[in-house]
């Protein structure tokens, strides 16, 4: 009895090891990925403590994935002193105090110290951070993404740098089939036009939002002039005008962002367009039509697919109920 015990412990130990074996390889497995400088970056297989120093695009896009990450960039309130993720809805479930996921926030400028501290095997960094390349490589593979404003270029790089393709390319899908689905039915008439636009301590700040101009474009919408000239001055962006340049906003569709924490809330919206522009509802006639579309940035404005999928609910909703109310040169219900 007691040889046989020995064999049977013998075994389970050489079976314990070779699964050990077999799980150090794994994890030691790698890839190699092409960055947006072009660099041939090795970075793990499976990644498992990654740190992202981009929250609005790569932290997001990792939520939505559902990829766990250690850490990530975030801001803080300047009201309660605590960090928060912005532009993370909490449909994910994931944020600084949720009990999902719960990442460890580092201050932007980030702290090259601390991210060392938390040994992690891959970092994801915006092009803007590239000066810090030989810092970041030196704690773990960094890949550098591109921000830019279109959700597919941005998450397919992101999924790409994970390991996350196949979840990609069939959330992708499901996007493009609701989308095809809702344009037989909300019928926009040809050349309806739309805009972005914030009110600013300087001035009205005309922006691109990742997924609201994709999903804009994408349900046949198309930009107003001013909305235009941030792509054909080729701008970062946005562009910023005088207060005076408010009719310039008027478009079929008008959407104005605001935060539900920090700077850039409602309330400093309304104010300040209260304090410049004295009835500026008036002056405007997409406010006076009731064409003009508040909406929280937290839950639109990343790209990626949730944002995706929320903001084509709320461009959905504002076009059948123009169709059938008759305003906007939309038919009304017979």
């Known amino acids: 009895m007691f040889v046989r015990r020995k064999g049977v412990t013998m075994r389970c130990l050489v079976t314990l090891v070779l699964l050990c074996l077999g799980s150090a390889g794994m994890a030691f497995e790698t890839r ?41 960039v975030a801001s803080l309130d300047t009201d309660t002193s605590e960090y928060y993720l912005p532009a993370m809805s909490a449909s994910y479930g994931m944020t600084l105090k949720g009990d999902n996921i719960t ?32 810092l970041l490589g030196a704690v773990a593979p960094t890949v550098f993404l591109n921000e830019t404003p279109h959700p597919w270029e941005y998450q397919e790089a992101v999924a790409n740098a994970v390991n996350q393709m196949e979840a990609f390319e069939r959330r992708k899908q499901d996007y493009e089939d609701r989308v095809a ?50 792509e054909d001055d ?52 997409a406010c006076k039509e009731g064409r003009m579309i508040f909406f929280s940035r937290e839950t639109t404005a ?19 109920n123009r169709r059938f109310t008759g305003r906007n040169g939309l038919p009304g219900r017979e």
């Open 32 to 72: 190699v990925v092409t960055d947006h400088f072009d660099r041939q970056v090795e970075v793990p297989a499976d990644p498992q403590r990654i740190v992202s120093l981009d929250v609005i695009g790569a932290t997001a896009i990792l939520a939505d994935l559902r990829v766990p990450f250690i850490a990530s």
């Open 181 to 230: 689905k809702i344009k037989r039915y909300i019928d926009l008439p040809e050349g309806a036009t739309y805009t972005i636009f914030e009110a600013t301590e300087q001035g009205l700040l005309v922006r691109e939002l990742f997924g609201v101009n994709h999903v804009a474009e994408d349900l046949g919408l198309v930009r107003n002039p001013s909305m235009q000239q941030i």
């Open 302 to 320: 990343s790209p990626t697919f949730l944002h995706l999928h929320d903001t084509l609910s709320l461009i959905t909703n504002e076009a059948v």
């Open 103 to 134: 990442p460890i926030p580092i201050a932007n400028p980030f702290d090259i110290e601390l991210i060392a501290s938390l040994d992690p095997d891959l970092i994801l960094a915006t092009a803007r951070t590239y000066e810090q390349v030989d």
């Open 234 to 285: 080729n701008l970062f962006w946005v562009q910023l005008l005088s207060w005076e340049q408010l009719p310039e906003m008027e478009a079929d569709f008008v959407f104005v962002p605001f935060t539900d924490q920090g700077w850039s809330n409602l309330e400093d919206q309304l104010r300040l367009l209260d304090a410049n522009i004295p009835n500026w509802c008036n002056f405007l006639p």
